[in-house]
């Protein structure tokens, strides 16, 4: 019986190769390579389990028929351990010897050299840690492969498993055919009277929970052993997705940096695919949800009094937050930032209250006045177009970040043969290898901003696109909009207003001028 190596006995499979047909003809190589790996497994009291070789160039791995057999003994168990006169029998390639060290590694099968310890020579060492950067590599590629391929499919207008939300059915796709989603019978009715209940019935959502509870309406969540449960959370993110009105946001949701949890994506780094859901309620009362969803709850019967027509509209600078929006004894109403009322005084925000009617005028003053203007939606679309189109500054930038980590390929090319061919010591690969590590992780950054830019390009056209006619119904209609009209022209334009240390900074989908003075409240009365 042969020695036993971690409880096993040990099955030495010897592998020997030369590069040309002279040597094997010849004969002195592959024998002496296996004569000495004989040797060396015979001192050690290994069995020897079989003997492979070949007559192939280094470079080559699929085509080396030995290799390959061997490969497949170990796949089988029949080898607990690869000897080799030296490392290079395996290969030239260092990227193919680290191939084939991870496959024995994934088999529990061990490497052993005859001329040397593989762990202390400069090639074993390099191996060994280049072995671990080519994986966790990998791994960023195929995780960046995945998200891109994600990222396209929404662009392109696909949708994938496991997008559709409570109130609709997805149909897998098929060769030649796109998934599709449909609306589920028992579930979209489910929908519209959560919606039904919430707009016109004024119910809350904690009242709503209960009601579908109560009538053990299958939820999308499960409880716990009572049975099936509703939660106010699960209403409060339905009333929230705009899928119910048709308009689906691909990537509404990315990972929280500092907890487990998901926070919502900023609006401009989603991707909208119109027509891929069908509407289970009309857009009208979808806006009216989100209207009644900003009023924090707790200042309900104050909020009802006056409409505040930039609710969710209003930003922090400071801290990201929505402004809420609230009424002093019936009379101020002002907007301010909800964390400038948290109790604790390291996290309470000290941004400023800006007056009510005075941002609201601004606002709506600057919104009316751009599209007054028959051709700042037009002239916007041509500027868009232009940004968008191929050969743009952005596309050109790209290409030259792309040019770029070619080049950085082929600099880690030759430094790999620079250290093969001995030309290169360990310091120098090290030194090196960081530095180039470094710069193609600033590139391949560089190169997801500048794909994301064109891609945010691309939407900005279509979304501009798709509400053109609405602008200009609106703009036709400036004179007699009532508040909801108003509301939805500024969700149309994505108006997104900013207050910071420097005032109010309003942003959207088309130029909106020169800003003007609004009131702002001194930071002393920032809290009641």
Same mark, same amino acid.
């Given at each position: ?309 930039? =609710? ?14 609230? =009424? ?151 004179? =007699? ?16 207003? =900013? ?30």
């Amino acid at each position: 019986m042969g020695s036993v190596l971690d409880g096993r006995a040990v099955r030495v499979g010897i592998y020997a190769r030369v590069s040309t047909a002279g040597q094997a003809d010849d004969g002195t190589s592959l024998d002496t390579q296996a004569d000495a790996c004989r040797n060396y497994a015979e001192a050690r009291g290994w069995t020897i389990a079989g003997e492979w070789s070949d007559v192939f160039s280094g470079a080559a791995l699929h085509e080396r028929p030995g290799l390959s057999a061997l490969r497949e003994a170990v796949r089988a168990g029949s080898v607990t351990t690869v000897l080799a006169y030296a490392v290079d029998r395996l290969g030239r390639s260092q990227a193919h010897v680290s191939i084939i060290l991870d496959e024995l590694e994934r088999h529990g099968v061990t490497f052993e050299c005859v001329t040397e310890k593989f762990e202390d020579t400069a090639v074993g060492r390099f191996l060994l840690s280049a072995r671990s950067f080519v994986a966790e590599v990998e791994r960023e590629k195929i995780g960046e492969r995945t998200l891109r391929g994600k990222w396209q499919a929404a662009r392109d207008g696909r949708l994938q498993a496991g997008t559709t939300a409570f109130g609709f059915s997805y149909t897998r796709a098929t060769k030649g055919r796109p998934g599709t989603v449909e609306a589920h019978p028992e579930q979209a009715d489910v929908v519209r009277r959560i919606f039904r209940w919430y707009v016109e019935d004024r119910l809350s959502q904690h009242a709503i929970a209960q009601r579908l509870t109560d009538e053990g309406v299958p939820a999308p969540t499960h409880g716990t052993k009572g049975g099936i449960r509703w939660y106010p959370g699960t209403i409060a993110r339905m009333l929230g997705n705009p899928s119910y009105m048709g308009r689906h946001e691909a990537f509404r949701w990315q990972r929280s940096p500092t907890t487990k949890g998901s926070l919502p994506r900023p609006p401009e780094q989603r991707i909208r695919i119109d027509g891929a859901f069908p509407p289970l309620v009309d857009a009208g009362t979808w806006e009216a949800a989100q209207v009644r969803k900003g009023t924090n709850a707790a200042n309900a019967s104050r909020n009802m009094k006056r409409e505040y027509l930039l =609710t969710w509209h209003v930003i922090c600078g400071s801290c990201r937050r929505r402004y809420r929006a609230n =009424t002093v004894k019936g009379t101020w109403s002002y907007y301010s930032c909800p964390a400038a009322r948290l109790t604790t005084r390291s996290e309470r925000c000290r941004n400023r209250r800006v007056a009510g009617p005075a941002l609201e005028n601004e606002v709506w003053g600057r919104v009316s006045a751009a599209l007054s203007d028959p051709e700042i939606v037009t002239v916007e679309l041509d500027r868009r177009r232009q940004a968008a189109r191929a050969g743009s500054a952005t596309y050109e930038d790209l290409r030259r970040v792309e040019e770029a980590l070619a080049r950085l390929g082929a600099r880690e090319a030759r430094l790999v043969k620079l250290y093969t061919y001995g030309e290169i010591d360990d310091a120098m690969v090290q030194a090196q290898g960081g530095e180039v590590k470094a710069e193609r992780a600033r590139l391949e950054a560089e190169r997801e901003r500048l794909a994301n830019r064109v891609a945010a390009d691309a939407q900005a056209v279509a979304d501009l696109e798709g509400v053109a006619p609405f602008l200009e119904r609106v703009r036709r209609d400036l004179g =007699t909009l009532d508040h909801a009209g108003k509301r939805l022209a500024l969700e149309a334009l994505g108006v997104v207003v =900013t207050i910071d240390e420097e005032g109010c900074r309003v942003e959207a989908s088309i130029p909106l001028g020169e800003p003007m003075p609004v009131a702002i409240a001194p930071r002393s009365s920032a809290r009641l």
